[in-house]
């Protein structure tokens, strides 16, 4: 049915509000073709060369080892391996974030230490969001903290701030810079340097440093660097650029003459053409593909409102296959309809694999106990969790809640991991595919707790990035992230392990649940979720 739906509705992703507008272009998932649509590989493949064979159409590879990849586990483990590359930097640190925090002197003197140590040769570029990046100006502000940088090293620092091209005029000037985030950001976080490269979901502030949960995953490939380097530096080119400025917010954004795009304050229709042509070489995969050279293969998406979008396909393209189960998390539970549709089919006969949902309990949720219309989003998710339990009655799907203690309070973290894993049949040991065919889906349990020798060594695929999978990251936020496809039995160990860390602080969550006094959603909730909806906006 999902097939059949997509086809009727080829571009189901593009969100109504989006449609709305009468200066976005049309969206057209830019690949070759969808992976709905490819022709059926042949029966005699197995389901991880049938897999790439679907990716190889839809986005470039790149083969590495599978040594190369190093998943980290928490967010003090991210921000020392963060410092530790930075102060042996030798040609190159960009960073991609939403935003860093405005007092994070202790991270920003690390790479002015970097800058001291290497001379001339090293370069930093720094790539924000403009919206988030000022939201306290003209007090300290993320802008204000790099300006000083940029001072100190005009000649070898840069800063650019993306603004969306949704939010401009009377609408800008009326929405509260509180929760204008939710017409559209700067939400890549790439963290790059020399020959390595930092993949994750987290900022770059204090609380991603100590008590957030995310996932971080070190790629130490120089292809692999490179790449995304090149998407770094293009966005850079088509975002504004920090100047140091003697006035009480210590900076001014200015747009450059040598943008390749026009002011997107200015000209929104003309600047997403112009990133569309920018953007669009790096989601074209090769013409021509040869089978993988090594275990693993790691593929790029991007997506880039609303023109571009090569996630949403490959995440469908992920649950398409015959697998053994899968492990989907975001922080901010509010999936997209289309990702909805992939989960609750992949979990529906006659497929039935097992399924498990890890989302964020709202004592863990980033905006629990904030002031005014933020402080309603944790029930605002709970709401939606309890319509995807509805939706998802009488499937082989659990939801579950992670929680470390209370935010506000001593020990508290809130969770913000995002992302895909993925079992196939052919992960399957040699020789015990035939023992598992037979089994029914109650008989077959999650790769993450699953103790059956039969069963592989962890999931052998991976979606890892910034996107949180909803209406508003393929509407309106710009993304990047990859899959990681292995047949090496030490990656796939890893992504288990990684899985089941994250899964030791959860706790399973039922409908009846949901629909206590203490959690069902109140009027005003709903009425705040339908106003951003009519402003064009997106949770």
Known sequence: MLVRRIRANPRPWLPS????????????????TSPLDFPQTSTHASPLAALTSDLDRLAPRIDINADQIEILDGPTEF??????????????????TLYIGKTENELISTIRDALLQQGSELKVSILTDAL????????????????????????RVEVRMYHTPNLTGLRKALIPKRINEGWGLQHIKLYGID??????????????????QDRYHVFSSKRVADYFARI????????????PRATPSKFTLEWPTSSPAPNPLEAPKGYIEAATSLLLPFVKPASSQSPPTTSTSVYPVICHPPTINTELPAFTALLARHIVSYTFTAGYFNPHPVITSSLLAASSLPISAPGSILTASPYANGFFGSKG???????AYTHLSLRFLQAARGKNIQLREWQRGIVGQQNGWTYHAKGLWVTLQADLQQGTSSSTS?????????DFESKDPSTPAGPSVTLIGSSNYTTRSYGLDLEVGAIVVTKDEGLMRKLKREGELLMSHTNLVKEEDLETK???????????MWLVKVLGGAL
């Open 195 to 212: 020959d390595e490269v930092i993949l994750s979901g987290a900022n770059l502030s204090n609380d991603y440093f100590t008590n957030r």
């Open 79 to 96: 921000y020392e391996s963060l410092r530790s590359k930075i102060r042996r930097a030798r040609r190159r640190i960009y960073l991609s």
């Open 232 to 243: 770094h530096d293009a966005v850079c080119s088509i975002s504004f650029l920090l100047r």
């Open 17 to 32: 509000s989006t449609r709305r507008l009468p200066w976005q272009l049309r969206l057209r998932a830019h690949s070759t």
């Open 373 to 379: 219309i933020s402080g309603l989003l944790p029930a």
């Open 518 to 528: 203490e959690r069902k959603a109140g009027w005003k909730v709903r009425v705040a």
């Open 132 to 155: 988030r990046g000022t939201r306290e100006a003209p007090n300290p502000s993320c802008a204000s903290l790099l300006a000083s940088l940029v001072e100190e090293f005009p000649d």
């Open 438 to 446: 037979n089994k029914t889906s109650s008989e077959l349990s999650t």
